[in-house]
């Protein structure tokens, strides 16, 4: 069993391994730079299981900023019907594509 943690970045908590890319609310950190990050919810490394309180002491785990970008655009329709009324509108998000380095007790 591999061990894995669970982070919280933009108001949304992840599941991460070493080694996994993942994309993630848009970060203010320069492409290529590593970052080191406290927000630590829970580590389980085999049997050892540490859950915060709202965050584990003394855990963190680093990541490195690979690119960032936007995601497909979606399209927001709203319609009334029989009511001339229709309206449409659409939004791409902002997203920093990370890679898991590590995950440090």
């Known amino acids: 069993m591999s061990a894995y943690a669970v982070i919280q970045s933009g108001g949304k908590q992840h ?3 070493v080694g996994e890319y993942l994309k ?3 970060l203010k950190a320069e492409t290529g730079a590593s970052i080191t990050d406290s927000e630590v919810l829970m580590v389980v490394d085999g049997d050892n299981i540490q859950i915060g309180a709202p965050t584990v002491a003394g855990a963190s785990v680093t990541y490195e900023i690979l690119s960032h970008g936007r995601h497909d655009k979606i399209r927001i329709v709203k319609h009334r019907r029989r009511k001339h009324y229709h309206k449409e509108q659409g939004h791409r998000q ?3 594509e990370i890679k898991i ?3 440090t007790l």
């Open 15 to 17: 599941r991460v391994t």
């Open 101 to 103: 380095t590590a995950i």
């Open 94 to 96: 902002w997203f920093t």
């Open 24 to 26: 993630v609310e848009l």
